[in-house]
Nanobody, 110 residues
Framework: QVQLVESGGGSVQAGGSLKLSCAAS???????VAWYRQAPGKERELVSR???????TYADSVKGRFTISRDNAKNTLYLQMNSLKTEDTAVYYC?????WGQGTQVTVSS
C-alpha cells in the first residue's frame, strides 16, 4: 500500500496562506485523491478531492479560497489555502489510493 506524508502545516494569522503537500511513496496517478480535515471535537470532513476522471470538488466552506492540485510526475498532492479563517484550524489529512497520511496541524489565529 502506498504511504503518504503530509507537510506544510503550521500556524498562521487569519487572512494568511499555507500550502500543504502530500508526498506518496508510489504511483498515485490512477487514483482519486482528497484532503480531509478534523477540528477538535468535530467529525472528519472532506475538504476537496480530485476524482479519477479529473473532476474536482470542494466543500462549500472552502470554495474560492482553497485549491487542490496534483503533480503525477512527483507523486505529490497539494492544497493551497488562502484567506485562512480561524474555523479552518484542524488536522489535515491527505488520501490517495485508499491510503491516509498521518495528518498535519493547521492553526489559524485571529
Amino acid at each position: 500500500q502506498v504511504q503518504l506524508v503530509e507537510s506544510g502545516g503550521g500556524s498562521v494569522q487569519a487572512g494568511g496562506s499555507l500550502k500543504l503537500s502530500c508526498a506518496a511513496s508510489g504511483y498515485i496517478s490512477s487514483c482519486g485523491v482528497a484532503w480531509y480535515r478534523q477540528a477538535p471535537g468535530k467529525e472528519r470532513e472532506l475538504v476537496s478531492r480530485i476524482l479519477s476522471n479529473g473532476a474536482i470538488t470542494y466543500a462549500d466552506s472552502v470554495k474560492g479560497r482553497f485549491t487542490i492540485s496534483r503533480d503525477n510526475a512527483k507523486n505529490t498532492l497539494y492544497l493551497q489555502m488562502n484567506s485562512l479563517k480561524t474555523e479552518d484550524t484542524a488536522v489535515y489529512y491527505c488520501v490517495a489510493c485508499a491510503a491516509w497520511g498521518q495528518g498535519t496541524q493547521v492553526t489559524v489565529s485571529s
